[in-house]
């Protein structure tokens, strides 16, 4: 168990649909990171925030955002979903910023979403 | 931006042989670090091991090892007395030292034969 949690574990929902995925990261980690898989396919970063700031941006399309909330868990908002958004959608936290192998990431269960 | 290239897709070993996976990585920077995560059908992300690029010594944890050679930039992960239970993908990633972004490999889907 990393200390990362996901939910909802199983998402299933049609296209053109909203969903909201949460994530709370490990006790004392203040970064979180969102990350897409689809089937088959690697890791793609998404989204960071340290601390309730947005820090840096990947391949994330403009349909989905995300947020830190003061209690640092975070969500993953997807809107107008289209069939290509099925993936497994993984939150990691970590300690801080960057710096130091205080740094690595852990990964929460993951949430598999499903578009039908 | 850096790049990871995990150039075994498939790769399968014989239950207690040791296998490497290999990984290498592009970067122009001298401070990183590299990690492997290991990923069982499960789907769940579990963090292996990892190195500091300024450490000489690879790292070890238990039946997992490293060889990295950092001129080389090849960062290989070697697993000793294959079990069942090792059987998963296995991601390599960098982060540079201060970055914010994990860089991943695409992953090397590991098959252990009894």
């Known amino acids: 168990d990393s200390g990362v949690t996901q939910t909802p574990k199983h998402l299933i929902t049609a296209t053109g649909q909203r969903v909201t995925l949460r994530c709370s990261p490990r006790s004392g980690d203040l970064s979180v990171y969102w990350y897409q898989q689809s089937l088959d396919q690697g890791l793609q970063f998404l989204i960071q925030?340290?601390?309730?700031?947005?820090?840096a941006k990947g391949n994330i399309l403009e349909r989905f955002s995300a947020q830190q909330f003061p209690d640092l868990h975070s969500e993953l908002n997807l809107s107008s979903l289209e069939l290509g958004d099925s993936a497994l959608y993984f939150c990691?936290?970590?300690?801080?910023?960057?710096?130091?192998?205080?740094?690595?990431?852990?990964f929460g269960p993951g949430t598999r979403l499903t578009v039908l | 931006a850096q790049t990871v290239t995990q150039s075994q897709p498939e790769m399968s070993v014989q239950e207690a042989e040791t296998v490497t996976l290999s990984c290498t990585y592009d970067t122009s920077e001298s401070d990183y670090y590299l990690f492997w995560y290991k990923q069982p059908p499960s789907r769940q992300m579990i963090l292996v091991i990892r190195?500091?690029?300024?450490?000489?010594q690879n790292a070890t944890e238990n039946r997992f090892s490293v060889n990295f050679q950092k001129a080389a930039k090849s960062f290989s992960l070697k697993i000793s007395d294959s079990q069942l239970g090792d059987a998963a993908m296995y991601f390599c990633a960098y982060r540079s030292d201060g970055g914010n972004q994990f860089y991943f490999g695409t992953g090397t889907s590991l098959t252990v034969i009894p």
């Open positions: 925030y340290y601390n309730g700031e947005e820090r």
């Open positions: 190195q500091e690029a300024y450490k000489q």
């Open positions: 990691a936290s970590s300690a801080g910023i960057a710096g130091g192998m205080t740094d690595t990431q852990y």
